[in-house]
């Protein structure tokens, strides 16, 4: 099952590069940077808000360390 979902993941990845590169080329670096942000914020919001699952953080462990891919 591992297998299929690294595939998977290579995939969606070489899609997300694909895309990002058409839109950077149409609309310039640096607004295709702030679109592709600002939907990958909305995105996760949304799943966050339709699971309704509040995040667990473990006690003991700074929380800016839960910040490692900002």
């Known amino acids: 099952m591992y297998k299929f979902y690294a595939i998977l993941i290579g995939v969606l990845i070489?899609?997300?590069v694909t895309f990002n590169g058409i839109l950077e080329s149409h609309i310039g670096n640096y607004l295709a940077v702030l679109i592709i942000h600002?939907?990958?914020?909305?995105?996760?919001?949304?799943?966050?808000?339709?699971?309704r699952e509040k995040p667990v953080f473990k006690k003991g462990i700074p929380y800016?360390?839960?910040s490692g891919g900002a």
């Not at 600002?38 to 699971?51: Q, R």
Request: hydrophobic share 60%.
């Open 14 to 16: 070489t899609i997300m």
């Open 38 to 51: 600002i939907v990958g914020l909305t995105s996760i919001s949304l799943i966050l808000i339709m699971k």
């Open 64 to 66: 800016y360390l839960y």
